[in-house]
């Protein structure tokens, strides 16, 4: 029985855990993502704001004059008007995932790319953290259950070992009726009162 319980608590603990867990951990990457997105475009805004700043002092755009925009995992497309795009950045290779492309009042454009490696590797860790907090989830529930399933068993135990005993001629034994499980607890007395008219015919 003892078993059993643990199987049955550890299956629907699973069930739970999948139906909830991996719902969860899709629309937590989903957030990621998104949020990584908007992030993005707050700086190709700021950076926008920033290019159209130098062209009306008449600077000229260049990719010496852009290298403070530099990131380790994004890139940052800056095309200035009548001029080709610039590019800077650690991750300019692979495939990106783009902000909206801001063209600033003076006409030059930017935009942010998010490299998908590095989106990759974020919803990759935040799986990570999913599978943890269900395998914990699991653990947790396999002993709960064990306490429980103790608990549970040791009343039906005692229903048994009375049984046992009276059946082998120990008129002296007796369940106990107060496990808190009703219909238990009716066979336990029902055992209990069999038991002592069997000691009384016995002792007649």
Known sequence: ???????????????????????FGLAFTRLMRSEAVRSADERATTIAAAIDGDLRNGETITPAGVSGYDSRDQV?????PNQAAIKV??????SFEWSRSITTELGANVRVGISETSLTSRTNRAWLVVAALA?????????????LARRTSR???GVADAAHRLAGGDFSARATDDSGIAELDDIASALNTAAARITQLVAA
């Open 76 to 80: 940052v497309e800056i095309t200035p």
């Open 135 to 147: 395998g914990g989830g699991v653990l947790v529930a396999v002993v709960l259950a064990s306490v």
């Open 89 to 94: 950045g650690g991750a300019q290779n692979g």
């Open 155 to 157: 009343p039906f135990i």
């Open 1 to 23: 029985m003892h078993r059993r319980f643990l199987i049955a608590t550890l299956l629907i603990a699973i069930s739970s855990i999948v139906a909830l867990g991996i719902p």
